[in-house]
Structures are given as C-alpha cells and as structure tokens.
C-alpha cells in the first residue's frame, strides 16, 4: 500500500521531467532558428559592405577601406562556418547551409578578384570595367538570396510553429498536473480509509494496553494475525508479562529483605537503648559515644527500610488511605512534637499558624508529609532560625507553607528533588544523611489525596514548600500565631 503512491510519484514526476525536456528542446528548436537566420542575414550584410568598401576606394583610394573590407570578408566566413555548425542537425537546414557557402564563397572570390584588378591599377579609377563587376557580382550573389529566402521561409515556418507547440504543451502540462493532483487526492483518500478501517482500530488497541499497563490494569485480548501490528501487540503483551513478574519478584523481595531486616535491627536498637541506660553496667564517656552513634545510625536504617516499603506500597496501590475530616491544628501538633528534639538542639523556632481549617485527609499519612518536610527543614536551617508554617485558603481547597533560610535550591535542582533517589550536590545538601525518598513519598502522598505539591526558592534565600488538602470545612480565621521551641 506504501509502495503505490510512491510508484506512481515515481512516475509522475519522471513524465513531468519528460515534459519539461521537450519544452526545453521546443525552445531551443525556435532559438537555433533564430540563430540561423541571423547568421544567414550577418553573410549577407557583410557580402553588400564588401562591395560598397570595395567600389568606394576605388573612387577615393583611402587604404582604410581596403581594411574594412578584408575584416567583413572574414565576417563571412567567420558566419558561413557558424551556419553549418548550426545546420548540422538538421538534414533540410544543412542542405540549405551548404548551397549557401557554395554561392557565398563564389561571391567571395568575385570579389577578391576585383579588388586585385582595382589595387593593380590603382593609378586610376576603375569606371571602364565597373559594368562587368556589378554584372559578375550580381550573377553570383542573386543565387545566394535566392538560397537564403528559401532557407528563411523555412525558418519562418519553424519559429511559427514553435509558440502553437509551446502553448499546446502549456496546456497539455496543466492537465497533467491537475489530473497528477487529482489522482494523489484519490489514492491519499483510499490508503486513508484503509488504514483508518484496517489499521487504526488495531493501533486503537496498542493504545488502550498502553494505558491501561499504565494504571496496572488487565491488558485487552492479544490480536489475531501475523502483520507487523499483530506482532507488535505479542511483543507489548510478552513485555507487560515481564515486567508484572518483575515488578512482584522486585516487591516480594523488598518486602522480605525489609521484614529479615526491620526484625534484627529492631532488637539490636533495643540492645543500644539498653547500653546507654546503664542496664549492663556503667560505659565510659567514649562507649556512650559509640552507642549513641551506633543507636543514630541503627534508627536511621529503620527509617530507610520504613521509606522503601512506603514507597513501595505507594507505587504498588496498596497503601490504603483512611480518608476522614481533621482539624490542621491537630496535624500541625503532631508533625511539630515529632521534630521538636532535633529542633531545640539546633536552637530552631517552629513558628506555627493559628488558622485551623478542617480538611479531608489520611491524619496519619498527613502528619508524615509535615515531619518529613519539617525535618528538611531544621536540618538545612542556619541556628537561631524561625521555621513558618502557613495556612492559606484557596476556595476548594488549603494551601500548607513550610518556609526555612536554609541554602535555597537551584532552579535546575527543583523538580529533581521529588524524584527517588535524587538528591542535590554540594557539600551544604550533604549533611542530613538522606535517604533521597522523603520527598518522594511526600509528593506520592499528596497526590493520592488529589493534591499537588511543590517549592518556591532561591538559591541563598531559603525554601517555601507547599502542598494543598481537599478542605471540608473553613475554621474560624486568626491572624495571630504561636511559637513552639
């Protein structure tokens, strides 16, 4: 079905080639004329201003003359060769051009012989013998005109010719042209209905598995055939079954590794706690350290296995929302306790708004968004800081602000920063020792509340982050807020 409508452009445009070929061998047809009778009208002129030099020194004897003619005389022959030149390609014209040279150089060498009488006797005019030079110069000539009226009617014929040819071929060309259009109109309409009925509505099930391997649906039945879209659709079918068992193998194995490794680790924390509480005994200032750092590092991996099942949950589907109406307050005071230790020891206020409208939300899952933002955000604050949260009203919806003075994020960094795993390079993102998943679940679990999340900043003058919550009912406004340590 491709191949047709190249075949015939093939052949359109090979014929339009052709066309235009002859319209330029028309025109060059009509210009060689041109050229012949121009050249036929160059020896005739140059034959009279031979003879006109020749009789006017034989009355004035002015050596310039006899210049004059010797040049017209190479005139002629100069014109006799470019006529057969140009007649060689047509047996009519060359017959004519070669009894033109016949006459032309008889003519010729009439006159080369009067002028040798005249410049012999050039004592005195040649008036006796004038007679018998007009006689023989006419005698030679007459043929010569005669030969080249017949050659110019001849031409006069082609040149009339010509136009009615170049015209014909105009119009020849523009219904070739409409007819070459029409035609690519009616094959680009056939192969449209072909594919819209054949093709398209098997490229409309492609479509559909594509969407729906998109939201872990059921793929639609494979399609029958062995064309190219039929095995297209084995190949998609074969790389959804793939990558589903991927995806299971992947999810089992991180749920193991995550309860083999949650278990141990749990206990040797409890161990830690232990140490540190003196329960086996008094450590030295130095064991307190090691525990302590130890006890540090060992929460930190829980909260890292914790991350990858969130994350994992959240991309699987299976974290279930308990949605209900909660006051922002109580999610603020839960977020804020959480993070106030890390914030006291770096002397950090957690200045928090006192509207308090009610949203419909996961509590929990909520509270875990604020946290983790809250816990960014004293990690990267300067001490002595003050760390905002807003609450803006937006009709349907309540805008939560957590704004720091921490480094700022570059431009280019701002909507890597939700992606798993990513983080920003420089030695002032480097120091919290993250995991590079919070804000990825942050940003999961807003927008499974129907929300969006996102940051405002500039590089050296801090960060605002922002998420939205579906609202339920409006608190009663208060512009007044509170600080916590």
Not at 40 to 59: C, E, G, M, Q, R
Not at 257 to 267: E, G, K, V
Not at 315 to 326: F, K
Not at 337 to 357: F, M, Q, S
């Amino acid at each position: 079905m491709v191949s047709l409508p190249l075949l015939f452009e093939a052949v359109f445009i090979l014929s339009l080639f052709a066309l235009l070929e002859n319209a330029e061998n028309t025109v060059n047809k009509e210009t060689k004329s041109r050229l012949v009778l121009q050249e036929v009208n160059n020896i005739s002129k140059n034959i009279f201003d031979s003879a006109s030099h020749l009789v006017t020194w034989n009355f004035t004897h002015k050596r310039a003359e006899l210049q004059k003619f010797d040049n017209t005389m190479l005139g002629i022959a100069d014109s006799i060769d470019n006529l057969k030149e140009l007649s060689a390609d047509n047996e009519i014209r060359r017959e004519h051009a070669r009894k033109l040279e016949i006459h032309g150089k008889a003519t010729m060498r009439n006159l080369v012989s009067h002028r040798e009488k005249m410049v012999g006797d050039s004592d005195r005019v040649y008036s006796p013998n004038f007679q018998e030079f007009r006689r023989d110069f006419n005698a030679e000539f007459d043929p010569f005109l005669k030969e080249a009226q017949m050659l110019a009617n001849e031409e006069e014929r082609v040149q009339k010719s010509v136009p009615q040819a170049i015209e014909a071929r105009k119009t020849f060309l523009r219904i070739f042209l409409a007819s070459g259009f029409t035609i690519n109109i009616i094959i680009a309409i056939g192969l449209a209905m072909f594919f819209i009925r054949e093709i398209a509505s098997r490229l409309a099930v492609l479509t559909e598995n594509s969407q729906r391997m998109a939201i872990n649906a059921p793929l639609l039945e494979r399609i029958g055939g062995s064309d190219e879209v039929a095995h297209l659709d084995k190949v998609f079918h074969n790389m959804a079954d793939a990558l589903r068992a991927a995806e299971q193998t992947k999810r089992e194995f991180v749920q193991m590794i995550s309860h083999d490794l949650r278990t141990p680790l749990t206990a040797i924390l409890g161990t830690f706690e232990l140490l540190a509480s003196g329960a086996y005994g008094k450590l030295t200032e130095r064991g307190e350290r090691r525990v302590k750092d130890a006890e540090r590092e060992s929460e930190r991996l829980i909260s890292l296995i914790n991350e990858l099942l969130d994350i994992d949950k959240l991309e699987s589907g299976n974290m279930q929302l308990i949605l209900d109406e909660c006051e922002i307050q109580n999610i603020f005071r839960r977020a804020t306790e959480a993070v106030a230790v890390i914030a006291e020891k770096r002397k950090i206020k957690l200045e928090v708004a006192t509207e308090n409208p009610s949203v419909s939300a996961d509590e929990d899952r909520v509270v875990q968004i604020m946290i983790n933002l809250l816990g960014n955000a004293v990690k990267y604050s300067p001490e002595n800081e003050t760390i905002k949260i807003d609450v803006i009203d937006e009709k349907n919806f309540i805008r939560v602000d957590v704004i720091d003075h921490g480094p700022g994020i570059p431009k280019k960094d701002k909507r890597l920063i939700f992606e798993r795993f990513k983080q920003i390079e420089g030695e002032e993102y480097k120091r919290s020792g993250s995991s590079g998943l919070g804000l990825a679940i942050c940003k999961a679990l807003v927008e499974s509340h129907g929300g969006t999340i996102g940051v405002d900043s500039e590089v050296g003058q801090g960060s605002r982050f922002w998420f939205t919550l579906r609202k339920t009912t409006t608190g009663q406004d208060n512009q007044s807020s509170s600080n916590l340590p």
